[in-house]
């Protein structure tokens, strides 16, 4: 290993480790949900799901009590995170992930899952308000730090009805829906304002296009546990969701020929959340194409996954992540 390669002492890599980490989180339990939903629609003879719960658990323990530690040892580098432009819309994924949690968790203790779910959605209900009066009263923010990792902290409200209708919280899983989905329409006009009428997206901030898929895709699921049927509104969610998908599939060399950054895990939890609609398009209307796109993405979300976590492990190896970026 060269010099430079080598690791640095774990205070100094403690104090650079990105709070976007639990993206990480968020795409493990994406994939943890659409294996649960594979095997439900597919009816297969052996489970995997479980496995990944568990993986996913243990990667959100590791990685919170890192962060703490952070917090305790580095304060001033958390600070410096909440101040950032980009940076501050990813603290709401530690809430978003302890709602995924939740729903993962549903099957195994629904009492813990029920525990996770209130902390996170008061965690996130509050983070939520915060980054908004952040976003009110700044005075360095611009236009150009408008990307779509921004549509994390507000329109991730929205997550919410996916464990809440589980256990009985209907009115609040209507108001977390309602607050995520009138706040996607405001910032997606304004995301692609950003996107058509200025500079392009530097290359590590590109990956967050997939973020796009995940609003209308998760909007689906949500609305289908609050109503309990695929109606009219449903279906336009779920199209917007797989037109979005299509239009970012056209994109897909631009993005083959990225640099690995850990901002590549934008595409796994809206691509999980586009699987997991897929597979209830196709339980529910019992379509083939349905069942044919199901599957077809479940294979693309297992290969991106697979080479997320091989390009993530590797990158920690050889010191490109928890670095100083600035």
Partial sequence: MNTEEKLPATPARLEHMPISFFAVVMGLCGLTLAWEKAEQVMIMPFMVSPYHAAITGVVFVVLLAGYLAKYVLHREAVFKE??????????????????????????FNPQISKVLWMVGAGLHLVLTLYVLSSWINHTHFEI???????????????????????????????????????????????????????????????????????????????????TGSIDTFATILFHTALFLTLMISTQMMKFARLKFFLSWWAYSFPLAAMTVAAFVMAQVTDKDWFHVLAVALFVVLNMVLALLAARTIEAMLRNRICVDED
């Fill in 144 to 226: 150009h730090h408008m990307n779509p990792s921004w549509f994390i902290p507000v329109v991730g409200n929205i997550v919410a009805p996916l464990g809440g209708m589980q256990h009985g919280f209907i009115d609040l899983s209507w108001f977390f829906f309602s607050v995520g989905l009138v706040f996607w329409l405001v910032l997606k006009v304004i995301v692609f304002y950003r996107i058509i009428f200025h500079n392009p997206l530097p290359d590590k901030l590109l990956p967050t296009f997939f973020i796009l898929i995940a609003p209308p895709a998760v909007g689906f699921l949500s609305y289908v546990k609050l």
């Fill in 82 to 107: 909440l101040r950032h432009p980009v940076r501050l819309s990813f603290f709401p994924a530690i809430s978003i992930s302890l709602l995924l949690i939740s729903v993962v968790a549903y099957q």
